[in-house]
């Protein structure tokens, strides 16, 4: 199996440290509000990751985290505790909107038929291991205090810029003063975030005698720490992580455990929607119940994300999410005649696998189906392999079902039309179909 080495810039043999022990951790959702299109693209290509691995023969130890706490509205040590934010947008507790949350993602998640996590993690069952990882890192050097949190001191990490190639000197010359006076250097993070008197942060913990919470970047190093330890095998996320999240998660972990943090990193590309940046402020931030109410399943938009690579920069649009539900009917309609008619199989299951293990790169597995005929167990692989459900969505049909298309065949040979229309009009309302071939009628999904 290949994956694409970012450090390396190639594609190299992934080799886990431990077969049956597969190391990998997700950068999960910040639970404020209900993820949208763009963030569950990233985590349908994890599924894939997950599935092309165990199909290989390894056993997966996957962690999810989930970001109830210290996510600021800049993405780094300024604005609004995004959980702050949504309980003030919604008039309840912190905790209750990442309860809410919480609860919706993961509903849409299994809508999508992904593969659970071995381990979810919460940012806040983590506070205690947090704060060890705070003191390793003072005792270490790598911190200093100002008025406003513990800093961690990126000058003295000498391999800072190298994962994301940042220009230092480029950052240092336009940075705003008045937001870096105390900081020692313009890419200097927060490990830790003190609350200043009068300040309004649900989410505290004591700390140095003060209350405050843990920087955004802390959790993961600590939860990778915690939970998986270093070094995993693969670490996925988004590239929008990747110049401060992800650069600021290896910097700390790497300097307070003198361990490479992740053996591969994968970043999934953005989505855009209509050829535009997903934002709310131009209503183009979809969820699956915006889908859903314009006629599309969770599984259409899964199979549509599947038709490209995750390092490919993706453009949504309904229109191609129509041809891709188009497509998964078609899918549904063949899987149903291999419940009627086995075929001969012109599908190598062998070659398929070795498609995909090829950076992931499941759109040539799937032109590979579209061009090849299948019997009933390489479409139990497919499901297996790229999770649409297809074997669940497409039951075979009930013995009313099956009378009623023998009802209408016999009425159609002895010309009676009147009730071979009736039959007809009654399967449509069921959503089926039957077309008249050489081998008998063969039923078939209208939707």
Aim: proline share 3%; net charge negative.
């Amino acid at each position: 199996m290949k994956l694409y080495n970012r450090q390396k810039k190639q594609l190299e043999d992934f080799k886990p440290q431990d077969k049956n022990n597969v190391k990998i951790y997700t950068c999960g959702p910040t639970v404020y509000s209900y993820a949208h299109i763009g963030n569950f693209a990233s985590y349908i290509y994890w599924d894939l990751l997950v599935r092309t691995l165990t199909a290989n023969g390894y056993k997966v130890n996957r962690v999810l985290n989930l970001t109830d706490v210290g996510h600021l509205s800049s993405d780094a040590d300024d604005g609004e505790d995004k959980l702050e934010k949504g309980a003030k947008r919604e008039g309840k507790t912190v905790w209750e909107i990442a309860d809410k949350y919480i609860e919706a993602f993961f509903k849409d998640y299994r809508a999508l038929n992904l593969t659970e996590p071995t381990k979810i993690a919460r940012a806040t069952d983590y506070i205690e291991q947090d704060i060890a990882l705070v003191d390793t890192l003072t005792e270490k050097g790598y911190t200093y205090e100002t008025t406003d949190g513990i800093y961690f001191d990126t000058k003295k990490f000498k391999k800072y810029p190298d994962f994301a190639k940042l220009d230092l000197d480029k950052m240092r010359a336009g940075a705003r003063v008045e937001f870096s006076s105390e900081k020692h250097n313009v890419s200097d993070f927060a490990v830790w975030k003190f609350i200043k008197e009068g300040e309004n942060h649900a989410m505290r913990w004591d700390y140095l005698g003060r209350p405050g919470y843990p920087g955004w970047h802390l959790e993961c190093s600590t939860i990778i720490h915690t939970l998986l330890g270093e070094p995993i095998d693969i670490h996925t996320g988004g590239i929008d992580h990747i110049p401060v999240h992800h650069t600021n998660e290896i910097a700390q972990s790497e300097a307070a455990f003198e361990k490479t943090l992740a053996n591969f990193w994968l970043h999934a590309n953005f989505l855009t929607v209509n050829g535009e940046k997903i934002s709310k402020s131009l209503g183009n931030t979809y969820t699956l119940a915006d889908l859903k109410e314009q006629g599309f399943s969770p599984l259409d938009f899964k199979l549509w994300v599947l038709q490209g690579h995750y390092r490919g920069e993706r453009n949504f649009s309904f229109n191609d999410l129509e041809a891709a539900k188009t497509r998964r009917l078609n899918w549904r309609n063949r899987l149903a005649f291999c419940y009627q008619i086995n075929p001969e199989s012109t599908f190598s299951q062998e070659y398929a696998l070795e498609l995909v293990s090829n950076d992931l790169n499941s759109s040539e597995v799937l032109a590979y189906i579209d061009n090849s005929t299948l019997n009933l167990d390489d479409w139990h692989f497919v499901d297996q392999l790229l999770g649409l459900n297809l074997s669940e969505t497409t039951p075979q049909v009930s013995t009313q079902i099956l009378e009623k298309i023998n009802l209408r065949e016999t009425a159609r040979k002895s010309k009676d039309y009147a009730t071979a229309d009736k039959c007809r009009d009654d399967l449509a309302a069921a959503n089926i179909t039957v077309l008249d071939t050489k081998d008998g009628p063969i039923w078939q999904y209208l939707a």
